[in-house]
């Protein structure tokens, strides 16, 4: 007799009840709390909608691009961090305005507090995996040149990553489960749908590594070396994350303290999933 697969959200990081110690509004950091911490991640969250809207503006208007935009990884990655700045800082804003007793996802339906999770594993996988491939496979001797592109390569090629360090480092947001490498896998595969239907519709690649041109094999190996690329990102990115709950939790001293605000899981409850 077959077993049937189910789908379990305490599978995917999603607890019932969830986030019971306020993990994800809250930092390890004395001098980031909730107030604090609302306010960076809504600076972040106007400063790359800044960096959105003048991109897509000026390649609308000036140079004519504006119809491929969402056709990059870049922007596609870029504007989750975005959407994630802007989620979590409201909901951190509001935790603080509720004087610490809870935020509104804790109530919301468990698939909005699914994606919310699946969200910030993409922001601290994503542009790491950019900023890797931009500069090691795409940048050129004019990348920096002229104040427009400098501007627009270190925002979205540098600051993405540092973006996304600040929640590795400075929350305390419990690591990703191994689950979530998955979905993170699955939407590097579609975007290379994305990346071939630009191609039919618009005549070019994205990214010349996706030419096949007389080299297929190449192509392949590209493919192959980021997917290996991405799994290798989520590790580090996964225990680097754990590292910080580790020494976190060291930093409170007694386990007499787990129901603290922002006090970080078990060890033991995030191998779980």
């Known amino acids: 007799m077959k077993k049937k697969l189910s789908f379990s959200y305490a599978s995917f990081g999603v607890s019932t009840p969830f986030d019971r110690s306020f993990t994800l509004v809250t930092s390890p950091l004395p001098f980031l709390p909730p107030s604090v911490l609302g306010a960076v991640r809504v600076l972040l969250a106007v400063y790359t909608l800044l960096v959105i809207v003048v991109i897509l503006g000026l390649e609308t208007t000036v140079y004519d691009s504006g119809s491929s ?9 870029y504007i989750g961090l975005c959407a994630y700045f802007w989620a979590s800082g409201v909901q951190t804003i509001a935790f603080a305005r509720a004087r610490r007793i809870c935020y509104p996802l804790q109530k919301w339906p468990r698939p909005l507090q699914l994606m919310h999770a699946l969200l910030y594993t993409s922001i601290v996988v994503y542009p790491i995996i950019v900023t890797i491939v931009f500069w090691s496979l795409l940048s050129s001797p004019q990348t920096l040149e002229g104040t427009y592109n400098a501007w627009g390569n270190i925002s979205r090629h540098i600051l993405n990553s540092s973006f996304a360090l600040f929640e590795i480092t400075c929350t305390n947001v419990s690591p990703p489960p191994w689950s979530h490498l998955g979905p993170v896998l699955i939407i590097l595969v579609l975007y290379l749908g994305v990346a071939y239907i630009t191609r039919a519709t618009q005549g070019f690649y994205t990214y010349t ?4 041109g007389s080299h297929p094999g190449l192509v392949a190996a590209y493919v192959f070396g980021i997917a290996a690329g991405c799994c290798i990102v989520f590790a580090v990115v996964k225990g680097v994350i754990t590292l910080r709950c580790w020494l976190s939790r060291r930093r409170w001293g007694s386990e007499a303290d787990a129901g603290r605000p922002g006090q970080p899981e078990a060890l033991d409850e995030w191998e779980e999933v």
């Open 69 to 77: 935009y969402l056709s990059y990884f870049t922007s596609l990655s």
């Open 209 to 212: 590594f996706l030419d096949p």
